[in-house]
Structure formats: structure tokens, C-alpha cells
């Protein structure tokens, strides 16, 4: 009954170890995925608030006027998509930008702009030109425009990279007319100033001979940007940091009681009954022999039971005796010869932990 008492109790403990561990197993868990939000969320968070939009464009429109032609007969002039420009039937170019900046709060809007011009033959020389010197337009409200003419002469075109090959050495089967506005505008409005400078380049090109013949093409003819005024507030959030030094310290706790309570339930394990055999033994290893049987003794069998193994070996000792050692199953069983006595000791390896004598 005792025993059964004694076993009953071992078991209640593990089982409060166990128990515990798995408390503070969970509690860790939960405390670091705490420490993992706290950290996820900023203490310091930005705020951006839209208070006003804009928007540019430029936009470009051509008129092509011709010369008589047999392909293209009553046609003296050729807009965008109307048919293909070849360089020999096309005298001029007549290009059109418009500029519009619409913003959505009442302004006063200024801007600044030229027009200049670029012949080039790509990767070999570029002549600059200006076209619209320097101008500035104002309005009062939510939007400005202008519109700027330019007139390219063909024959003029054809004149300028003739003469600039000739003065280089160089040729090409395809040259360039930039057309690029520099724009900058300023607009002041109730919640702040817009100041953005706009580029809307057109490309006219000139291409010479290839199975489609001298053509001119026209690329870059609609031109948007848009843009907002925005306000920036940066918002606080204190609350995170006394969570997260909540949770700091709450896995502090968790982790030391998981590590703790692991250790005492590590140590409550059972050892097996072999290494507790081994411990027992082998103190006194020297002084024993392992017999394979019981051994026999002459005369009167008398049988002195030892209450340890300690108690065994210290008559062995005295006597000046081997102790005889013999294992059968779970059941070790010790033994000091003296003529007709025989001193022993035995113990019975058991399923659960303990010794029992």
C-alpha cells in the first residue's frame, strides 16, 4: 500500500510538471506573437492628406500643306492619320501646341515658357535653333492656357542638314526635327504653391530611302502630368510602446518559467532500471565477480539477509571475500561465502522507478 501511496505521488507530481510546462509553453507562444505585433506596429505613423490636384498637358496638331501631286490630287493639306507624308510632296509643316493647366482650387497661375528647336542626325550632330523666345502668361482661377504656332519649311529642313553634312563628312538615312516647349509654371493656392517645370518634346523624322520611300513621321503629340499638394502629418501612438514593453517583459517571464519548469520535468524522468542497476553497482564493482548460477556452500544453509549492498560488501571486506554477483531477469542478486553462512542481498529491477530490496 505504501508503495502504491509513494508511486501515486510521483505521478501526481510529473503530472503538475507536465501540466506546467505546458502552461508556460503556451504563455511563451502567446507572449512572443505579442512581441511580434508590438514591433509590427509603428510608434510613429505618417499621414498623407491630398488638399489639392493639378494636371498639365500639351498637346500638338499639325497641318501638312503639299504641293500638287498625282497621289494625292485635291488634297493641298494633310492633318494627323489623313495619309502618309513623303518629303518630296510635303512643303510645309504647320504645327500648333496647346497648353492647358487645370488645378482644383481656385490660383493665381503664372507661367513661363519657350519653344526651341533641335536638327539633328542621331549620334553624329545637333544644330539648336530657338523658335519662340522667352513669354510668360498669368490667370486668376483653377486654369491657364496658351497656344504657340510654329511653321517648318521642308525645303528649309532640307537645306540646314545638307549643309551641316557637307560641313561634317557625315550622312544619314534618317535626321530630326525636336520640337521641345520648356514650361514652368507657378500656381499659389489657398493650401499651398505648385512650381513644376513641364516638357512636351515632339520628334519629326525624316527618313530617306528603304522600300517605303522619303517619308516624314510625326511622334509625341499628346503630353500629360499630374500632380497633387499633399500635407503630411505624422500621428503618435504611445500606447505601443507600453505594449511592447508588456510583452517584453511578459516573455521574460514565460521563457524562464518555460526553461525552468522543462529542467525540473527533464529531472523528474524516470531513469531506466538498467542505468539504475549501474548506478547502484558501481561503487563497489571491484570487490564482485558475476557468476552464471546460483552458487552452492557446504554444510548447514544459512542464509543472512543484507539490508544493502553497502552493508554486503563491508563483510566481504572483512572476511576478506569475493562478492559473487548473479543476474537473472529483473533480479540481481549479491552473495559473501563463509563456510556454512551465506550473506546476500538482492533487489528486483521494477516497470516504474525504485528499487525495492
Not at 501540466?19 to 506596429?41: D, E, H, K, P, R
Not at 553634312?165 to 500656381?187: C, F, K, M, Q, V
Not at 559473501?336 to 516504474?352: I, T
Amino acid at each position: 500500500m505504501k508503495g502504491l501511496m509513494k508511486d501515486l505521488k510521483k505521478f501526481w507530481s510529473k503530472y503538475k510538471l507536465f501540466i506546467l510546462l505546458v502552461v508556460f509553453a503556451g504563455l511563451s507562444l502567446a507572449s512572443i506573437a505579442g512581441v511580434y505585433s508590438a514591433q509590427s506596429t509603428p510608434v510613429k505613423e505618417e499621414k498623407i492628406t491630398t488638399l489639392a490636384t493639378y494636371r498639365q498637358t500639351g498637346k500638338y496638331y499639325y497641318l501638312a500643306e503639299q504641293i500638287p501631286s498625282l497621289l494625292y490630287e485635291n488634297r493641298p493639306t494633310m492633318g494627323p492619320g489623313e495619309g502618309t507624308l513623303y518629303i518630296k510632296l510635303v512643303e510645309n509643316l504647320r504645327i500648333t501646341f496647346d497648353y492647358s493647366f487645370i488645378c482644383d482650387r481656385s490660383t493665381s497661375i503664372v507661367t513661363g515658357y519657350d519653344v526651341g528647336m533641335d536638327v539633328e542626325s542621331p549620334g553624329k550632330w545637333v544644330k539648336h535653333f530657338t523658335a519662340v523666345p522667352e513669354n510668360s502668361v498669368s490667370s486668376q482661377g483653377n486654369n491657364l492656357s496658351f497656344t504657340s504656332e510654329l511653321f517648318v519649311s521642308v525645303p528649309w529642313f532640307e537645306g540646314i542638314r545638307s549643309t551641316i553634312d557637307d560641313e561634317t563628312g557625315t550622312s544619314s538615312s534618317s535626321y530630326n526635327l525636336r520640337i521641345r516647349p520648356t514650361i514652368h509654371t507657378t500656381a499659389n493656392t489657398d493650401v499651398g504653391t505648385v512650381d513644376k517645370s513641364f516638357t512636351a518634346e515632339l520628334v519629326v523624322n525624316f527618313s530617306y530611302g528603304g522600300s517605303e520611300g522619303n517619308q516624314i513621321t510625326v511622334s509625341g503629340m499628346d503630353n500629360t502630368s499630374s500632380g497633387s499638394i499633399q500635407r503630411t502629418d505624422t500621428i503618435n501612438h504611445p500606447d505601443v510602446e507600453t505594449h511592447r514593453y508588456i510583452f517584453y517583459a511578459l516573455s521574460a517571464f514565460a521563457l524562464s518559467g518555460f526553461v525552468g519548469s522543462l529542467w525540473l520535468f527533464m529531472m523528474a524522468r524516470p531513469e531506466k532500471p538498467e542505468k539504475l542497476a549501474e548506478k547502484m553497482i558501481a561503487p563497489f564493482k571491484e570487490a564482485m565477480v558475476e557468476v552464471a548460477k546460483e552458487p552452492a556452500y557446504r554444510g548447514q544453509r544459512a542464509a543472512v539477509r543484507m539490508k544493502s549492498l553497502e552493508d554486503l560488501v563491508y563483510i566481504a571486506e572483512g572476511l576478506a571475500k569475493p562478492v559473487l554477483y548473479l543476474t537473472k531477469g529483473k533480479v540481481h542478486t549479491f552473495y559473501v561465502l563463509d563456510g556454512p553462512v551465506r550473506y546476500e542481498y538482492s533487489f528486483k529491477l521494477p516497470g516504474k522507478p525504485g528499487l525495492k530490496a
